[in-house]
């Protein structure tokens, strides 16, 4: 299954506010974005909750999910349908841990709000 990414229509002739690059946004449209298709893929661990917001770093050209109940954190790669739930690993013991996920691209890092982990969980792409 292809993987779409759905862009937003404006409102009553707005322009639409985007962060994505001019390539970015040729790439959503290459992925069925103007068709605005749903698709899903990849094979994860039965129950809900595991991961909590999405963020995408352009360093790495990934997606990062943050682990709310599952023991690592969600890597996924767009391009390839790739998805890895296993690798980014070593969290603790914290369940559910972290709630929410944001890069910020002037340090190349994800951060990862707190739950109920005692610290904010800093990932490096």
Do not use: H
Not at 17 to 46: I, K, M, V, W
Not at 48 to 66: C, H
């Amino acid at each position: 299954a292809a993987c779409a990414v759905l862009l937003a229509q404006p409102v009553r002739g707005q322009q639409l506010a985007t962060n994505l690059t001019a390539a970015e946004l040729a790439y959503a449209s290459s992925l069925g974005a103007a068709r605005q298709e749903l698709n899903t893929f990849g094979s994860l661990p039965q129950g809900g909750g595991q991961w909590s917001g999405i963020a995408y770093a352009r360093s790495v050209d990934l997606l990062f999910g943050a682990p709310r109940g599952a023991s690592a954190v969600l890597v996924i790669n767009p391009r390839t349908e790739a998805v890895d739930g296993d690798t980014l690993s070593d969290l603790g013991t914290f369940n559910p841990a972290w709630n929410g996920i944001v890069y910020v691209p002037s340090v190349d890092m994800l951060f990862a709000a707190p739950y109920d982990a005692d610290a904010v969980l800093m990932i490096n792409p």
